[in-house]
Each structure stands twice: as structure tokens, then as C-alpha cells.
């Protein structure tokens, strides 16, 4: 398994008037953890996009277990665990001192960005990500 730990302090942009994290944000906390966890691998989107594939979400879930207020650091760790093919999925789990206040994942579609048709992905990716993951994982 691959994983990833960033934080982020929650905005008060990010909060509804209550000052508790927006639903809606929390697919935003995927994102950044999705980004650290492909720039961990070696392979962040601009790379993918220099070789010109892209990797949209096409399903995504989110476990709302509690709340993130307004200030408060929410550390995001993402996992992959397993290797990619024409489709990816990420897992998450959100937390606020030391607390998980949502769960989920993403699954993602190798995409070619000329033709815009599923593809499959970089083999230096599924190289590097097959280095990382091991062979006990």
C-alpha cells in the first residue's frame, strides 16, 4: 500500500454558518491528498498531462462520520492499494486532532486527452507505482 499525509486548515470559506466544514468540501480534501500522493509517487498530474493523459473522477464517496470546524487542521491521508489499470481507485480518511471525521475514495479513468477515450495508463507509471506497492502488498 502506498500512502500520503498532508494538512490543511480548514477557511472560513470552506465552513457553512454554522462554521462546520462544508459537505461539499471534503471532495476538495481529496483532491489535495491525491495530489500529494501522486507527487509522492514520482508522478504528479503535470507529468501525466506532459504525456498527455488525464485521470478524471468517475465515481466518488464520501463516509461522513463527524465535523471540521473553522480553523482546525485537518490531516488527509491517502492510500493506493492497488495496481492501476484502465481505472484507479484512491481511498481517504479525513481527521481533526486525531479524530476521523470522514472516510471515502475516488476511482479514476486513465484517459488519452487528444482522443478524450479511456486508456491505459503510462506503463512508467504502473512501474513506479508496482516499486512502491511492493511485493507483499
Known sequence: MIKSEINIRVLYAH?????????GRY????????????????FPYTELEKLNYGLPVIEAHVN?????????????RSFLKALPTVR???DYELSVNEKIIA?????HSFIN??????????????????QKLGPED
Not at 486527452?113 to 507509471?125: D, G, N, Q, V, Y
Open 64 to 76: 461522513y462520520i463527524s465535523t471540521g470546524a473553522y480553523d482546525d487542521v485537518v490531516v488527509i
Open 103 to 107: 472516510t471515502g475514495y475516488t476511482i
Open 88 to 90: 484507479v481507485k484512491i
Open 113 to 130: 486527452l487528444i482522443t478524450l477515450k479511456p486508456a491505459r495508463p503510462p506503463k512508467e507509471f504502473v512501474e513506479l507505482v508496482g
Open 15 to 23: 465552513t457553512d454558518k454554522m462554521g462546520i466544514i462544508n459537505n
Open 27 to 42: 471532495l476538495e480534501y481529496f483532491e489535495a491528498g491525491r495530489n500529494t500522493l501522486l507527487r509522492g509517487i514520482g
